[in-house]
């Protein structure tokens, strides 16, 4: 079978971007991602995207309106469509069994009854969101419990590896393609199809297939690996802190092993992002389920690593600001979760300056792409804060990063945008209380050329010899 017609349901950071390539390789192809939010398609049809990508713009552009099309009719696009990929978000349980480590699936499950419901004709169903082992069987259960007479369903998980900030190239030039499905001949059929789509710009040998339940816990075990080398890595940088070791210069001399390899070395204040967590938990969360006790413990520790590492960075800023931080200004540069993307979902920025406006600080934040009614709803959530008018008196939200900075005591990079490194810090540090202090988050500053303004300079996995400020009287940890 070859497929004519794509929808996917869900137009958010997964959907849109995945959905809007596979438009762009696909001439032949006709692609309608729907989501239930009118807000979220007006703007995919708009000048202004909701998400920022670098290169995704001219890709809308060049093929929205020919072949893509971007509408909340989700009942006729699925009618029209051969093959239906579902891109709806699977945040972790915030209520219930499983609370605070199970994916929350009603999305899934309701946009599988809306499948059901309005489908005439046979269909491949495709998950892409990243959901629990034995999601397809769930998907499945429901299709074929509320399917019409003669319509059938092949449910094949094709879970999606972009990482934002690098989504269209990632796309473009995906290191694999994964492809899971049931190991029957219509299963075989139905990987074959969606493998065709592919096939069209990824090399064969790049494409994988395999069957549901490898290809669910692979996309589980790529994120909690990942997750786990940054928590190494940032555990390391504890090390490094207290012994005078450099982590940059560890990290240097363990990537050179090409069983280990250089990449993702790179000591943070802490992993953030919508899948990292979200994926580990959900793996710890499984391996309690399966009642393997020891494996849960061990991934739980991948996470429990990332608070420490936040906390611990937050602390060492109240240490080093006389202990106190109360009525000071601190200025935070940064709010996503990485450079070049607009998504804050578990950035690290949302937990310190939690912590530090629970010791009453007063927090400026600039952010190139993110805007104030973002940072407002992040740093109100329940899950941070239980007096939301305590963050409207405590937090400016700045649009210039020289303003933000202007009378604080410090100066907090928590996001690694290439334009930090090129500021005049000069002029920032003319204009701040003294002794001013810079806590380098993202390991990204020139640090000695910061000490020679006379910055006091912090930062991750690496003492700083300085003469200008007296050391902190408390331990840091
Ligand atoms: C991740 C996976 O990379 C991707 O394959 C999957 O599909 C979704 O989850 P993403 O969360 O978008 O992608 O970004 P990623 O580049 O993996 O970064 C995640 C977090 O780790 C960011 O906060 C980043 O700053 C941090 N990080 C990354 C480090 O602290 N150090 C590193 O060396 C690499
Ligand atoms: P992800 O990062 O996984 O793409 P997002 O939250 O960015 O997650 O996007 C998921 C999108 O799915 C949201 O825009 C949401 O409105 C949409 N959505 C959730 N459930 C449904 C549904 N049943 N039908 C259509 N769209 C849905």
Redesign the pocket.
């Known amino acids: 079978m070859s497929v004519r017609n794509i929808c996917c349901i869900g137009a958010g950071?997964?959907g849109g971007p995945s959905c809007s390539v596979i438009a762009y390789k696909c001439p032949d192809i006709t692609v309608s991602v729907v989501d239930l939010s009118q807000q979220r398609i007006d703007q995919w049809n708009s000048d202004n995207l909701p998400i920022f990508e670098p290169g995704l713009d001219e890709i809308v552009k060049s093929v929205r309106g020919k072949n893509l099309f971007f509408s909340t009719d989700i009942d006729k696009s699925i009618q029209e469509a051969d093959l239906i990929f579902i891109c709806v978000n699977t945040p972790t349980k915030s209520y219930g069994l499983g609370k605070g480590r199970a994916a929350d699936l009603k999305y899934i499950e309701s946009a599988a009854r809306m499948i059901a419901n309005v489908s005439c004709v046979s269909k491949i169903v495709v998950e892409k969101s990243?959901v629990p082992v034995k999601a397809a069987e769930s998907i499945s259960n429901i299709l074929r419990a509320n399917h019409k007479p003669g319509v059938k369903y092949q449910i094949l998980s094709n879970?999606?590896?972009?990482?934002?900030?690098?989504?269209v190239t990632?796309l473009i030039n995906p290191d694999r393609v994964l492809i899971g499905g049931e190991q029957t001949p219509e299963g075989l059929v139905a990987i074959k199809a969606l493998s065709d789509v592919y096939h069209r710009w990824v090399p064969e040998e790049n494409i994988v297939t395999m069957n549901t339940w490898s290809s669910e816990l692979s996309?589980l075990a790529?994120?909690a690996f990942?997750?786990q080398?940054?928590s190494s890595?940032?555990a390391m940088s504890a090390v490094c802190e207290a012994t005078g070791a450099d982590v940059s210069e560890v990290a240097h001399a363990i990537g050179k092993d090409s069983r280990i390899g250089n990449?993702?070395?790179?000591?943070?204040?802490?992993?953030?992002?919508?899948?990292?967590q979200k994926?580990v938990l959900n793996l710890v969360y499984l391996c309690e389920c399966l009642n393997l006790p020891e494996v849960a413990a061990y991934w739980q520790q991948v996470i429990n690593i990332n608070d420490f590492q936040r906390r611990r960075f937050a602390n060492r800023i109240i240490e080093c600001l006389f202990n106190t931080v109360t009525n000071k200004k601190i200025a935070i540069f940064g709010f996503a979760?990485?450079?070049d993307?607009g998504?804050t979902r578990?950035?690290?920025a949302i937990y310190v300056a939690s912590y530090l406006i629970e010791e009453g600080a007063q927090i400026r934040i600039y952010d190139p792409k993110v805007d104030r009614a973002q940072i407002f709803s992040e740093l109100t959530h329940p899950a941070v804060c239980n007096n939301p008018d305590r963050v409207e008196e405590l937090v400016t939200i700045c649009d210039d990063p020289y303003r933000a900075a202007e009378e604080t005591h410090a100066v907090v990079v928590c996001?690694?945008w290439d334009e930090f490194v090129t500021y005049d810090y000069k002029r920032l540090y003319e204009n701040m209380l003294k002794p001013a202090f810079l806590f380098d988050g993202?390991v990204i500053l020139n640090h000695q050329s910061l000490m020679d303004i006379g910055f006091h300079v912090e930062t991750i996995g690496k003492r700083l010899a300085r003469n200008n400020v007296n050391r902190p009287i408390a331990a840091t940890n």
């Open positions: 950071y997964v990243t879970p999606e590896f972009l990482a934002e900030g690098t989504a990632d996309k790529a994120n990942l997750a080398r940054i890595i940032n990449k993702f070395l790179k000591a943070s204040v802490g992993f953030g992002g919508s899948c990292f994926d979760f990485k450079k993307t998504d578990e950035s690290a996001t690694e993202r």
